[in-house]
């Protein structure tokens, strides 16, 4: 399982001490291994997930940019993914989208839309962009 406390603390140190040694996720079981790799500061260092607007907001001055992507894309995109990586059908997939992810979404994710400081979705991907590269 994803170490909450890990991700923050390796932000922390990879900004302040130039580098961090990360652990390696195995994506199928779900589990850290034991290897690590480094990861050295950069001038531009993109910290992202579903969480890290969360998790970070507040406490890291950074440009902090939430995609907001339709419903109905995500559950395409959820479809196409978990009909051919975990041979579900789609009445499933369907029903778990509806009745698990999006509570979750709301309960969890959602809110981190007043902390970013872009809000990106498909009608003003381009302005951001250029927003961007103004910024950086």
């Known amino acids: ?15 302040h001490d130039g580098y961090v040694y990360s652990p390696i996720y195995d994506v199928r079981s779900n589990t850290k291994t034991n290897e690590r790799r480094k990861i050295n500061r950069s001038e531009i260092n993109v910290i992202e997930g579903l969480h890290s607007i969360g998790l970070l907001g507040k406490s890291l001055d950074a440009l902090k940019i939430y995609l907001d992507i339709n419903e109905e894309e995500c559950l395409k995109r959820r479809v196409i993914r978990d009909m051919s990586k975990y041979n579900m059908n789609e009445d499933e997939i369907r029903r778990y989208f509806y009745e698990i992810m999006i509570p979750q979404y709301k309960k969890y994710i959602e809110y981190q839309k007043d902390e970013a400081n872009i809000i990106v979705s ?15």
């Open 1 to 15: 399982a994803f170490d909450i406390s890990l991700f923050v603390t390796d932000v922390y140190r990879l900004l």
């Open 122 to 136: 498909n009608s003003n991907l381009y302005e951001v962009i250029k927003l961007i590269r103004r910024k950086i």
